[in-house]
């Protein structure tokens, strides 16, 4: 059984930084994209930033410029470098792997940007 487990969030204040990281275990092998998506209280979960096998990357344009992903395909995990984080970047992160025509998401994270 696939898991996705998701790592390194937390309380910043505005202007900090962060690094998320999302890992695979179980029998996963040939991941096509990963993906990092965000839901903040009261809205709809949101693509944040996606990177395919090749390393192709697109980003929101609410992060691009300061947020940059990143993956490691020999260890199934998936990152996500947040810097000059802002207060709206406060969300619960989740990252999200496919595989064909499966996906397998994460538990989430809470980032919280506040002074």
């Known amino acids: 059984q696939v898991q996705l487990v998701e790592s390194g969030g937390g309380l910043v204040q505005p202007g900090g930084s962060l690094r998320l990281s999302c890992a695979a275990s179980?029998?996963?092998?040939?991941?096509?994209?990963m993906d990092w998506y965000r839901q903040a209280p009261g809205k709809e979960r949101e693509l944040v930033a996606a990177?395919?096998?090749?390393?192709?990357?697109n980003y929101a344009d609410a992060v691009k410029g300061r947020f940059a992903i990143s993956r490691d395909n020999a260890k199934n995990t998936v990152y996500l470098q947040m810097n000059s984080l802002k207060p709206e970047d406060t969300a619960v992160y989740y990252c999200?792997?496919?595989?064909?025509?499966?996906?397998?998401w994460g538990q989430g994270t809470q980032v919280t940007v506040s002074s």
């Open positions: 179980g029998n996963i092998f040939n991941i096509n994209t």
């Open positions: 990177i395919t096998s090749g390393g192709t990357t």
């Open positions: 999200k792997f496919q595989r064909g025509r499966n996906d397998y």
